[in-house]
């Protein structure tokens, strides 16, 4: 399985950006995909993910309504849209892909076999 993330950049506060991360593999409608971040000096962290081919989405507190998650499994894609983005969401935003995730730990970023490089997002007050 191979993940490429896309559509980050620089934006100033209020503002939207889409991420979007091609998949590549058989098991993609099956798939956990995720969306990690992580900021200079923090741990990688949650943002948002759809379970196991599921329309449901799981987000992180901090999303709070600003952030949407969705697949296209007929182009092996899966997007984030970010409205109203904040300073702090200036982060690197990683893709992440897995068979094996059991919903308990859907957040948690060891169940995630499957990594894309990252795009950045920088929001500016």
């Known amino acids: 399985v191979q993940l490429q993330a896309s559509g980050g950049g620089v934006v100033q506060a209020g503002g939207s950006l889409r991420l979007s991360c091609a998949a590549s593999g058989p098991t993609f409608g099956r798939s956990t995909l995720g969306w990690f971040r992580q900021a200079p000096g923090k741990e990688r962290e949650f943002v948002a993910a759809?379970?196991?081919?599921?329309?449901?989405?799981y987000y992180a507190d901090f999303v709070n309504g600003r952030f949407t998650i969705s697949r296209d499994s007929r182009k092996n894609t899966v997007s984030l849209q970010m409205n109203d983005l904040e300073p702090g969401d200036t982060a690197l935003y990683y893709c992440?892909?897995?068979?094996?995730?059991?919903?308990?730990?859907?957040?948690?970023?060891?169940?995630?076999?499957?990594w894309g490089q990252g795009t950045q997002v920088t929001v500016s007050s």
């Open positions: 759809l379970f196991r081919g599921g329309d449901r989405p």
């Open positions: 992440a892909s897995s068979n094996g995730v059991i919903m308990s730990a859907i957040r948690d970023a060891r169940q995630y076999h499957y």
